[in-house]
């Protein structure tokens, strides 16, 4: 839903600050629901569908839209990992990426190609919640570097 989001927002020209405006919330939490830390109320959907009229938000509601659900509840409580094991796991998690590119690129799916599908299948919600670590990792950093 976050991206759906992000996608809807951007393909109207709309800011997070005016998603602000629009439905009230503070501008941090607009960005929790951009990043997918928190669940988008209807209340968000609503403002967003009067204001564009985009068919994906309908799609979000019915179900048309693929979704992967990754657990990030609370995630910076959780015991992170290294900064080098997170650096090490996204590495492998672009190259798999990249052969996904190389996929899309050629434009014909064969034998190989389908078991880097069923790898990126297995694999997609720990990208996002490496991507999600490495995240807070870089907040924590950053937030400690200005104290």
């Not at 919330?25 to 968000?44: H, W």
């Not at 979704?67 to 798999?96: E, F, G, H």
């Amino acid at each position: 839903d976050c991206l759906v989001l992000s996608e809807v927002l951007e393909a109207h020209g709309l800011s997070p600050k005016w998603l602000k405006v629009a439905t009230g919330r503070s501008l941090s939490q607009v960005y929790r629901y951009l990043s997918g830390e928190a669940t988008i109320p209807s209340l968000v959907w609503r403002a967003l569908y009067a204001k564009t009229r985009d068919g994906r938000i309908i799609d979000v509601f019915v179900g048309e839209i693929p979704s992967v659900l990754v657990d990030l509840t609370c995630m910076p409580c959780r015991q992170a990992p290294s900064i080098n094991d997170l650096v090490k796991a996204r590495k492998k998690q672009i190259a798999c990426e990249q052969e996904m590119l190389d996929i899309l690129a050629d434009g014909k799916v064969d034998r190989h190609d389908a078991k880097c599908v069923e790898r990126l299948e297995r694999e997609f919600s720990e990208m996002i919640r490496t991507q999600s670590q490495i995240y807070y990792a870089i907040k924590r950093a950053y937030e400690r570097s200005r104290t």
